[in-house]
């Protein structure tokens, strides 16, 4: 089992670019989560989804979108990037109310 | 919202030593919680988890407690190892969608 994996792993992009970030799990969780990580900030959730189809905002959703059309794929999309999405962007998935298994990460950075 | 406060940010600690991490909560109904491992450059990982339905949990050197009065939770390392430097993350959750990290202590073991 690959178990979650995320493309890209880096990524530079210019104000006001688009981009999308995929997550892909082989593990049939039913839970998916995109978290943020800022130095001395922890690990921030920006949204999450519950099963296919269904999606809802965490602690930091403004400025992304996502959408779950596969049980196995979790989308994040920026529309107009900032330099405060700079970031390292974690997918996530789980079981209810069981561990999360984290990917590998994405390192953004938008000049 | 949710307010998950970590203390230590940072802890160094010789080997052979112990290292205690606390982290305190605000929501009563909070009923999971995960703490995880990350390492440099790599993914957060869970190293041990307990639910409000108990008080503490041991998995070899590693131990957790959790107060719910107090609304305060530890990680305890025992016996702590060059390896155990890392950092670790506290979290909770009420619901298993949404999950409240800390801010992270960077632990350091001293050879």
């Known amino acids: 089992n690959a178990g979650v994996t995320q493309t890209p792993k880096f990524r530079v992009l210019k104000t006001g670019q688009s981009m999308t970030l995929l997550c892909a799990q082989d593990?049939?969780?039913?839970?998916m989560y995109w978290y943020r990580q800022d130095p001395g900030m922890g690990l921030r959730l920006i949204h999450y989804?519950?099963?296919?189809?269904?999606?809802a905002k965490g602690e930091v959703p403004d400025g992304y979108n996502v959408s779950r059309l596969k049980k196995q794929n979790f989308l994040l999309g920026l529309e107009s990037a900032a330099p405060s999405q700079t970031s390292v962007y974690f997918c996530?998935?789980?079981?209810?109310?069981?561990?999360?298994?984290f990917g590998p990460g994405t390192r953004l950075t938008v000049t | 919202g949710e307010n998950v406060e970590q203390h230590p940010s940072t802890l160094s600690v010789q080997e052979g030593d112990s290292a205690v991490i606390k982290c305190t909560y605000s929501d009563s109904a909070s009923n999971y919680f995960p703490w995880y491992k990350q390492e440099l450059g790599k993914r957060p990982q869970l190293i041990i988890d307990?639910?409000?339905?108990?008080g503490e949990k041991k998995d070899q050197r590693i131990a957790v407690t959790l107060n719910k009065t107090a609304k305060h939770f530890s990680l305890h390392i025992t016996e702590t190892q060059p390896e155990d430097s890392a950092v670790y993350f506290c979290?909770?959750?009420?619901?298993?969608?949404?999950?409240?990290f800390g801010t992270g202590t960077s632990l350091t073991v001293i050879p």
């Open positions: 307990i639910r409000s339905n108990v």
């Open positions: 593990m049939n969780h039913e839970y």
């Open positions: 996530a998935s789980s079981r209810r109310e069981r561990e999360q298994y």
């Open positions: 979290a909770d959750s009420t619901t298993g969608n949404q999950f409240y």
């Open positions: 989804s519950v099963g296919e189809g269904t999606t």
